[in-house]
């Protein structure tokens, strides 16, 4: 089994920065997939980015582009999530998730095998 546990989260002015991570554990790890999706009050989770097990592919929603950037360490089996510029509609629960299995892009929520328990981004105006 995999554990996924996110950390960074906070409350934030418009304009500022926050970096979420994600730190897998619990077996041995092959190459992974992982991602970052969203889930705002009253709307579906939503993907925010994705990269692939080496790094050398990442996908970004049109709504962060050019904002979030997606990175890991594979040595430390953490994924991190750098936001800039954040905005008031970039409020919401962070989750990260993890897939053993190749992912499609666009990714999609049942791409992904594993979920953390989410962290409360609020970014206010």
């Known amino acids: 089994q995999v554990q996924l546990v996110e950390s960074g989260g906070g409350l934030v002015q418009t304009g500022g920065s926050l970096r979420l991570s994600c730190a897998a554990s619990?077996?041995?790890?092959?190459?992974?997939?992982m991602g970052w999706f969203r889930q705002a009050p009253g709307k579906e989770r939503e993907v925010v980015t994705a990269i692939s097990p080496n790094g050398g592919y990442t996908y970004y929603s049109d709504s962060v582009k050019g904002r979030f950037t997606i990175s890991r360490e594979n040595a430390k089996n953490t994924v991190y999530l750098q936001m800039n510029s954040l905005k008031p509609e970039d409020t919401a629960v962070y989750y990260c998730?993890?897939?053993?299995?190749?992912?499609?892009?666009?990714?999609?929520?049942?791409?992904?095998?594993?979920w953390g328990q989410g962290t409360q981004v609020t970014v206010s105006s």
């Open positions: 998730a993890l897939s053993f299995r190749p992912v499609k892009y666009p990714p999609r929520e049942d791409g992904y095998e594993f």
């Open positions: 619990g077996r041995p790890f092959s190459p992974y997939y």
